[in-house]
């Protein structure tokens, strides 16, 4: 156990721990949403993006569902590494799931349209995101938590996909660029990849300083170091 954690009092353990739950709960409500609308969206378009954006929403659903069963728990820590697992099979599947999607409109299986609503789900996103990982990945941090930190990670991902995903859908409603929405579709494929890796390793950074806590307790840790 990281010596940070050890210097966490009680109450505060008790503190971090409902906020992992509540901001685990606020992801599952907002991607169940996001979920059905790029889903939708992404069906009418047919779009390669847009549908493996759902499905990375269906993940985070997932990913928050498994971190607050974790949370469930009186002892939190005796489920950390099978809820990374959860975490990392579940980046992988959506990585395979939207590849083989992409590579099927490259090859003819279909030209993604235009899509309105899509642009309007990626921009919202991209704006809500950001602000529930950090807060997430800073409590994560101080509690010594691998799976808050990894699933806060899931969430950031998002916003990073909202990013392709704006872009990929703009080229393709202002310069008729069909081709940038398998290709965005294929760079949320490698980002799922690279961060179920992560996930599966417990390759996260898990602690910050707590108050009180010594410099070189936080540089004898190594996890804080990547």
Not at 10 to 33: C, G, S
Not at 193 to 215: F, K, Q, Y
Request: hydrophobic share 50%; charged share 15%; proline share 3%.
């Amino acid at each position: 156990m990281n010596t940070p954690l050890l210097l966490l009092t009680a109450d505060r353990r008790l503190v971090l721990m409902r906020r992992i739950r509540l901001f685990a709960a606020a992801t599952i409500t907002y991607n169940v949403v996001e979920a059905v609308a790029a889903l939708w969206a992404g069906g009418v378009a047919d779009s390669s993006a847009l549908i493996g954006f759902g499905l990375d929403s269906v993940v985070e659903v997932a990913s928050a569902v498994a971190l607050s069963w974790q949370f469930s728990a009186k002892d939190p820590e005796r489920r950390e590494h099978l809820t990374l697992r959860i975490i990392a099979i579940s980046f992988f599947a959506l990585a395979a799931f939207v590849t083989v999607d992409a590579v099927r409109s490259l090859t003819g299986g279909g030209e993604a349209q235009q899509s309105t609503p899509g642009i309007v789900i990626a921009a919202l996103s991209l704006a809500i995101m950001p602000a529930l990982s950090y807060f997430q990945r800073r409590a994560g941090r101080e509690l010594g938590s691998k799976t808050a930190v990894a699933d806060s990670k899931q969430t950031l991902l998002c916003t990073y996909l909202s990013g392709v995903l704006l872009l990929g859908l703009i080229l393709n409603s202002t310069l008729g660029w069909w081709w940038a929405d398998a290709g965005a579709a294929l760079v949320i494929a490698a980002i799922a990849v690279r961060e179920g890796v992560n996930a599966w390793r417990g390759d996260v950074c898990c602690t910050v300083p707590s108050a009180g806590t010594p410099h070189h307790a936080v540089a004898a840790d190594d996890c804080c170091q990547h």
